[in-house]
């Protein structure tokens, strides 16, 4: 006849047994999914640059992975820029990834030095983590000089752009299409584009009803994108050609790329964050009430 002792001490044997079973016995689906787990994802990177002025050069090295059928961002994790010679690599500096998984370094010219084929041949390298694998990019490319300047008209404004080669003879680089916008907060204000001649030059008219701000200064920029031996160049300008912020606050539109903001926006915001903080505020009710019948 079993007896209470003898049933608690079967009952202790039982649970003992189960728990060698389940914790010393795995089984092959939960080793393989353990191992999936501990696999890291190679990552996708890529370099790009920007001389800006004529003086510096801004390189983007971009760390992404793909996850869930998408490719995600690596945010706020180093990565080392260098560039290299025919025997020497000299290193630039280190940079995060902001939350767009891009990391910035801008250098200048003076102390760069070029391969003998001319080039400036940069690298980036990302040294991984629990999660993402090493990682490395490259980009190769000949320095590009960019000279902007404005003239005011009798009605207008004009600005001018060149696009060259630096060296004795500054040969100008044609056919090269060109963006032109002013500094905004949210995204530039495009106001022109077009194609440098066989000068390399280009000229547009600059409206003269932008916003600037309270002394009427805007930021001109000039900008050619992904030129075969050059990337990207840009020039910047500021230039007193905006209408004052105080004597045209009634007139400015609402837009992304203005000083304030459009109202869908303004109003999106405002209920998304009532409609956050009216959950937490329901929360803290609940719990306060339920306290009350506790202690009641």
Same mark, same amino acid.
Do not use: C, W
């Given at each position: 006849m079993l007896t209470k002792d003898k049933i608690n001490r079967l009952s202790f044997l039982i649970i003992i047994g189960l728990r060698l079973t389940c914790c010393g016995f795995p089984s092959?689906?939960?080793?393989?999914?353990?191992? $999936?787990?501990?696999?890291?994802i190679a990552p996708r990177m890529s370099l790009l640059s920007t001389q800006i002025n004529g003086d510096s050069i801004l390189l983007e090295a971009s760390v992404k992975v793909k996850r869930d059928g998408s490719w995600q961002p690596v945010d706020f994790e180093s990565v080392k820029f260098t $560039?290299?010679?025919?025997?020497?690599?000299?290193?630039? %500096?280190?940079?995060? !990834?902001?939350?767009? %998984?891009v990391a910035s370094l801008k250098v200048g010219k003076s102390q760069l030095e070029k391969g003998e084929d001319g080039f400036w041949n940069f690298g980036s390298v990302f040294g991984g983590n629990? *999660?993402?694998?090493?990682?490395? &990019?490259? @980009?190769?490319?000949?320095? &590009?000089?960019? *000279?902007?300047? %404005?003239?005011?008209?009798? !009605?207008?404004?004009?600005?001018? @752009?060149? @696009?060259?080669?630096?060296g004795t003879e500054s040969v100008p680089i044609a056919d090269a299409e060109v963006g032109f916008y002013v500094k905004r907060h949210f995204s530039n204000l495009k106001i022109g584009e077009g194609t440098t001649d066989e000068n390399g030059e280009i000229i547009i008219d600059c409206p003269k009803d932008i916003p600037g701000n309270t002394q009427g200064n805007i930021i001109l920029i000039g900008r050619a994108d992904d030129l075969e031996e050059y990337g990207s160049v840009a020039a910047f300008m500021e230039k007193q050609w905006g209408v004052p912020l105080q004597d045209s606050t009634d007139r400015v539109e609402r837009s992304l790329s203005?000083?304030?903001p459009p109202l869908w926006m303004v109003i999106t915001f405002a209920i998304l964050m009532s409609t956050v903080w009216g959950h937490y505020i329901v929360i803290i009710y609940k719990l306060i009430q339920l306290r009350k019948m506790k202690t009641s």
């Open positions: 092959f689906g939960q080793t393989e999914k353990k191992d $999936i787990a501990m696999e890291k $560039i290299h010679t025919d025997s020497v690599t000299k290193a630039l %500096g280190t940079a995060s !990834t902001n939350n767009m %998984g629990e *999660a993402v694998e090493e990682g490395e &990019a490259g @980009l190769s490319i000949k320095g &590009a000089g960019i *000279a902007i300047s %404005g003239e005011k008209q009798d !009605t207008s404004y004009s600005v001018t @752009l060149r @696009l060259f080669v630096p203005g000083h304030l």
